[in-house]
T-cell receptor
Framework: DQQVKQNSPSLSVQEGRISILNCDYT??????FLWYKKYPAEGPTFLIS?????DKNEDGRFTVFLNKSAKHLSLHIVPSQPGDSAVYFC??????????????FGKGTLLTVNP | DAGVTQSPTHLIKTRGQQVTLRCSPK?????VSWYQQALGQGPQFIFQ???????QRGNFPDRFSGHQFPNYSSELNVNALLLGDSALYLC??????????????FGPGTRLTVL
């Protein structure tokens, strides 16, 4: 039973355009959401996060939107750059009374930004 | 400042054997989590260690065990290896109660192949 779903295995966009990566979750206990980026032969790198008390968080070219009623979040990258080409993982965490508890990941979306 | 390091990089074992993977956390971190990433899947939480004790465990059999040392480094042991244990094993470190909620820093992983 996958609690975090990334239904698009891959996405291809042109340099300079917007990339939108989507993520759905089923567990209503999740209250913190993160996006990680992973290059081949490297571990996932934290990109941006959002708490369930917010509906938007922005960091430079990256913006994450959270729609709690739809249990959906998305990552927007504007403008997209070739260096953004990587696998993007959506992850979620439930409040268990403390920080740093386990992360539940989606299967990832391979983003390719073409020059 | 060294990030999370893991050893070895690659490992090949045969069914039934035992394996030990090692992880050194990022400087200043006191919590280590282990994840298994099978091909085409997202990382799956195995367990987390803090103060040399297992703090939380995912849905993995007892063949998977771990240890944390006083210097916060950690080992993951897998006994009676199965073909299905072939995966990338990721170690993540964090600071319990740190200001960055749930920000876990990942190592590059150990690629385990079971023949």
């Amino acid at each position: 039973d996958q609690q975090v779903k990334q239904n698009s295995p891959s996405l291809s966009v042109q340099e300079g355009r917007i990339s939108i990566l989507n993520c759905d979750y089923t567990n209503s206990m999740f209250d913190y959401f993160l996006w990680y980026k992973k290059y081949p032969a490297e571990g996932p790198t934290f990109l941006i996060s959002i708490s369930s008390i917010k509906d938007k968080n922005e960091d430079g070219r990256f913006t994450v939107f959270l729609n709690k009623s739809a249990k959906h979040l998305s990552l927007h990258i504007v403008p997209s750059q070739p260096g953004d080409s990587a696998v993007y993982f959506c992850a979620a965490s439930a409040d268990s009374g403390g920080s740093n508890y386990k992360l539940t990941f989606g299967k990832g979306t391979l983003l390719t930004v073409n020059p | 400042d060294a990030g999370v390091t893991q050893s070895p990089t690659h490992l090949i074992k045969t069914r039934g054997q035992q394996v030990t993977l090692r992880c050194s956390p990022k400087s200043g971190h006191d919590t280590v989590s282990w994840y298994q990433q099978a091909l085409g899947q997202g990382p799956q939480f195995i367990f987390q260690y803090y103060e040399e004790e297992e703090r939380q465990r995912g849905n993995f059999p007892d063949r998977f065990s771990g240890h944390q040392f006083p210097n916060y480094s950690s080992e993951l042991n897998v006994n009676a290896l199965l073909l299905g244990d072939s995966a990338l094993y990721l170690c993540a470190s964090s600071l319990l109660g740190g200001s960055s909620y749930n920000e876990q820093f990942f190592g590059p992983g150990t690629r385990l192949t079971v023949l």
